[in-house]
């Protein structure tokens, strides 16, 4: 079975390489760029990242990769709707683009467990108080943590600076449910969980109209502007490899 799957992820790859690329990156780059500079030279960062390779399953493709990916485009929306706070530059941006990438690094820490956004805040708040993060800004991350997942109505708290923590958190999360799902995430959790082909080419409709619907839930501006496109772009693949699947594997 998992021979079968890495073809499928050969097959999915290629189509991958010939859709068009998610304008974020294009429109984005510069600050795509400070925030990965940050994220891989704060001594902060660094330490957490470090905490987190011990602690984060590679499996279920949500693995370093995934958490790294989610933590520089945290940080990167941060610079770009920090604006919302008042946040210049200087240490109180450096601050919120610290957390957001905390944030990324810890917040599929327990994925593979029931209510994992909950069980990872706590879990997120017990590392970041032993590395000796400020109280404050523990709860921040771990609010955000709290109400990453999709199909949720989490009620705005009274922290403007959770806030807009929590929805780069989640947008950022989600833009990997594009064209990212189709280069590992869907293959690592089939494999992981030794899903049948006949299973998985059965599901196939229901799983991608599951991702249909996260094109209407992103939560910061930036996010609201960009992350449809990463669902369309998403969708267009999810249409293509379930007709390549079909030819040479039919309905198994």
Not at 50 to 56: G, I, K, N, T
Not at 116 to 124: I, N, P
Not at 142 to 159: D, G, K, P, Q, T
Not at 188 to 209: C, D, H, K, N, T
Request: glycine fraction near 10%.
């Amino acid at each position: 079975m998992r021979g079968v799957y890495q073809k499928i992820r050969e097959m999915a790859r290629g189509i991958v390489r010939t859709s068009p690329e998610p304008s974020f990156y294009r429109e984005c780059g510069d600050v795509l760029e400070r925030s990965m500079d940050f994220f891989a030279n704060d001594p902060r960062v660094v330490r957490i990242h470090d905490a987190v390779c011990m602690l984060l399953a590679e499996d279920w493709g949500h693995g370093m990769g995934h958490s790294r990916k989610v933590a520089v485009e945290a940080g990167a929306l941060i610079l770009m709707e920090g604006k919302k706070l008042g946040l210049g530059s200087g240490a109180a941006q450096e601050r919120m683009v610290r957390l957001a990438h905390y944030g990324g690094l810890l917040h599929d820490i327990c994925r593979k467990e029931k209510d994992h956004a909950e069980k990872g805040a706590f879990a997120a708040g017990r590392l970041l108080e032993e590395e000796g993060v400020p109280r404050r800004d523990v709860q921040a991350v771990c609010e955000a943590i709290r109400r990453h997942e999709a199909f949720r109505i989490y009620a705005e708290s009274l922290n403007p600076e959770a806030d807009l923590l929590a929805a780069c958190l989640y947008d950022a999360d989600k833009f990997r449910w594009g064209p990212d799902n189709f280069t590992h995430t869907v293959w690592a959790m089939l494999e992981a969980g030794r899903v049948p082909l006949s299973v998985f080419v059965q599901r196939y409709p229901e799983g991608i109209a599951g991702i249909a619907r996260i094109r209407e839930t992103f939560r910061s501006e930036i996010g609201r502007r960009f992350g449809p496109e990463f669902i369309d772009i998403g969708m267009g693949i999810a249409a293509r490899l379930y007709v390549a699947i079909l030819e040479k594997y039919g309905r198994e």
